[in-house]
């Protein structure tokens, strides 16, 4: 059975771009490969949190990953800083990554860019070749991840071809899994700008526990454009094309089909967010029942870790080895 790996930051609220890039492929992927999802809370720590908010939202994030479909008894969930492995590992590959590839990662000049680079922390510079680690030490084959991510997994696949090179083949070498629809969900009131957790405005931000009258108001005042016509084109009409293919993924069809519905712009947001409203509805209902657990939640999350570090353990010491490392007795 091949073997999934994901992750995802309790960086904020789950947003539907979380959702329909991600969490979805999750949910499907865990009953058909051998799946492991992680919180990912070191890469939280990329930039300063407040820690009691980054525990809540560790808590927030797993709960949330449960209600929406993550069977315990099915898939390996856990905490990121619950398996020390990836760290450990993160540094071999550090010595293999190079300055300037790290330099191109566009995450990285966009965020930096917002503080200016000599002050952006070294975490935020070497976030990427953590990533790899988390990946590259489950033997993952396929990472589903939203369409942000395709530079990322690139350069793990470069780290694990050039460990492999170097000392003998230690890793598997990953694929990404991308949906084709909704792999890039656009910000409500920027939607040349990808949804992301820490967005400017939070009115351009659904997020999957907001409550049904919030998501309408969202969805309702999404920018759009100046003219009138419903057609799916990302490039020229980019804020249309964002809620066609919510309503898309919502309702099980393609974008294009479900713009033949539609004359006009309003309609088209009503029926998105009562669509995405259905969509969330049962991941709402779960998240409550789990809400009121942590403690049950945090017992999963045990059980999680120890699975993954039975995995973990194993590659972290073949690449140990393959790097000329002394095993102690
Ligand atoms: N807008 C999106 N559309 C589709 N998929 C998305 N993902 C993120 N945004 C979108 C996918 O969700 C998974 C988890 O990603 P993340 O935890 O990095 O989420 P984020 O919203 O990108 O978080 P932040 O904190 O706001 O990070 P930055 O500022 O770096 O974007 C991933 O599989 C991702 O592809």
Redesign the pocket.
């Known amino acids: 059975m091949s073997r999934v790996l994901?992750g995802?930051?309790p960086?904020?609220g789950i947003?539907l771009?979380?959702y329909?890039?991600?969490i979805r492929q999750y949910v499907a992927d865990q009953y058909v490969h051998d799946a492991f999802y992680c919180v990912v809370d070191l890469h939280a720590l990329t930039v300063p949190r407040d820690p009691a908010d980054l525990r809540a939202k560790t808590m927030e994030t797993a709960q949330v990953l449960l209600a929406a479909g993550l069977d315990p008894d099915v898939c390996t969930l856990f905490v990121q800083s619950h398996v020390h492995e990836h760290t450990e590992l993160a540094w071999l590959l550090e010595c293999t990554a190079s300055v300037g590839e790290l330099r191109r990662m566009t995450?990285f000049k966009d965020k930096a860019a917002r503080g200016g680079e000599e002050s952006a922390g070294v975490g935020l510079f070497t976030y990427p070749v953590l990533m790899a680690a988390d990946i590259l030490i489950y033997d993952a084959d396929r990472v589903p991840?939203?369409?942000?991510?395709r530079q990322h997994l690139e350069f793990t696949r470069d780290l694990a071809a050039r460990f492999n090179s170097r000392y003998g083949p230690v890793f598997k070498v990953p694929a990404a899994a991308i949906p084709k629809v909704?792999?890039?969900?656009m910000d409500l009131q920027t939607p040349t700008a990808?949804?992301?957790?820490?967005a400017l405005s939070p009115q351009g931000t659904a997020l999957v526990l907001e409550p049904p009258e919030v998501l309408t108001r969202k969805i309702k005042r999404a920018v759009t454009d100046t003219g009138t016509e419903v057609r799916y084109d990302p490039v020229t009409k980019p804020g249309v094309s964002n809620l066609l293919e919510l309503l898309a993924v919502a309702t099980g069809r393609g974008p294009e089909e479900v713009a033949t519905g539609y004359t006009q712009y309003g309609p088209l947001k009503a029926d998105t967010a009562a669509a995405v409203i259905e969509l969330l509805r049962p991941v709402q209902e779960r998240y409550r029942e789990l809400a009121g657990d942590p403690g049950g939640t945090a017992a999963l999350l045990e059980k999680g870790a120890a699975k993954a570090r039975a995995v973990a353990s194993v590659t972290l010491a073949r690449a140990k080895e393959a790097a000329g490392l002394l095993a102690p007795r």
Do not use: E, L
């Open positions: 994901s995802i930051q960086t904020g947003h771009g979380n329909v890039g991600a995450q991840v939203g369409d942000d991510q909704g792999a890039r969900i990808k949804m992301s957790k820490s």
